[in-house]
């Protein structure tokens, strides 16, 4: 059974940086997954902000975070992180960790509905 469990979000000013951790377990050693982050605010629509591919270490990032987000995971595969640099009032949302096992012939799903496996969110404010 896959669980995935977020941690690190918080409050912060404009400007500032978070780390989110990811905890994975029950994953399968020899299959490849694509992990990501998901960012959802009130009243708007789930977001794919950023995904990892573990085949080969790949990442995408959406266009609203793109050089200011980094995803990256530990070596051991066991936690999957989001660094948030540059923080602004609109980056204000859940944040959720979401994984699926995956293929190389489409390594960055960024649709909510393509992922199979979901962690409970973390909060994320930016205050102005």
């Known amino acids: 059974q896959v669980q995935l469990v977020e941690s690190g979000g918080g409050s912060v000013q404009t400007g500032g940086s978070l780390r989110l951790s990811c905890a994975r377990s029950?994953?399968?050693?020899?299959?490849?997954?694509?992990m990501a982050w998901f960012r959802q605010a009130p009243g708007k629509e789930r977001e794919g902000v950023a995904v990892?591919?573990?085949?080969?270490?790949?990442?995408y990032y959406a266009d609203s975070v793109k050089g200011r987000f980094d995803i990256s995971q530990d070596s051991a595969e066991k936690t999957l992180y989001l660094q948030l640099h540059s923080l602004k009032p609109e980056d204000t949302a859940m944040y959720y960790c979401?994984?699926?096992?995956?293929?190389?012939?489409?390594?960055?799903?960024?649709?909510?509905?393509?992922?199979?496996?979901w962690g409970q969110g973390t909060q994320v404010t930016v205050s102005s």
């Open positions: 979401a994984s699926v096992e995956g293929s190389i012939m489409k390594p960055f799903p960024t649709k909510h509905t393509e992922y199979k496996y």
């Open positions: 029950g994953y399968i050693g020899y299959i490849s997954y694509s």
């Open positions: 990892l591919y573990t085949g080969n270490g790949d990442t």
